[in-house]
């Protein structure tokens, strides 16, 4: 009898590490597909910057970027199945919990949850380039589209006002917990030297920082766009990056969160490497 319970004991911890392990994998999986796109949308924002690029700094334009180099469809496919992972990664949270404290708040579980959601559809779009089936439209299309549809719904400018002031919450949380570097808390600090961890705090706070205020800004663009009645002011990430391009300080704006942009990826790459799952 004895014998029975601890040979299912010894097959329930088999199945909860294979689980764990395959988890694990595709976290790490999705932190480095995610990377690779931040990294090559900083890439092509900085070419606009200084005008060397008619490519849209967006998810579309890094796919097209990396579609057009040898082997584009290998590492297209593998971006795809890596964004996969992250969905999976984000259901197992949802439905089982995160690590760390709090980690089985119904709080942190609905944060699983829509990012689940988000990138289920970022990893769709980024297979069905790959596919040649299209998933290539620009972020701006796609926000004038939404925006223009929503608009149209009952209550439509209050739906895209309150999103858009989400949104800007959102940018500004993202921008304060990366400026107090809470990151470190999901890290594996101690497995790190000192230098790694002063570059993995350079890449933390200036790619936090710099996404914060991009999302901050977009979110902006939502609420104009409510509140003027016209979807087309609704910017996706190209048209926002650009529109850093004409503030007084000039193109200088822009290569400054580009660059913001580019240290993000790296810090994907270095959670990759060090974030607790």
Known sequence: MNTGVAMRGGRLRARRAARGSAVEAAARAGLTARGVIYLLVGVLALQIAFGESRREADRSGALQEISDKPFGAVVLWALGLGLVGMALWRLSEAVFGAAGKNGRSWRKRLMAAARCVFYA???????????????????????????????????????????????????????????????????????????????????????????????????????????DYEPGKAKGMDDTLRSFSETPAGPWLLVLIAAGLVLFGLFSFAMARWRRV
């Open 121 to 227: 559809f970022t990893a769709y779009s980024v297979l069905s380039f790959a596919a040649g089936a299209g998933g290539g439209e620009s972020s701006d299309s796609q926000s004038r589209d939404i925006t223009a549809k929503a608009l149209q719904a009952p209550a439509g400018q209050w739906l895209v006002g309150a999103a858009g002031a989400g949104i800007v919450l959102g940018g500004v949380w993202i921008a304060g917990r990366a400026a107090l570097r809470k990151y470190r808390d999901k890290m594996k600090t101690g497995e790190m030297s000192r230098p790694v961890r002063r570059a993995v705090d350079v890449t933390g706070v200036g790619g936090g920082v710099a996404r914060g205020v991009l999302f901050a800004v977009a979110g902006a663009f939502a609420v104009q766009a409510a509140v």
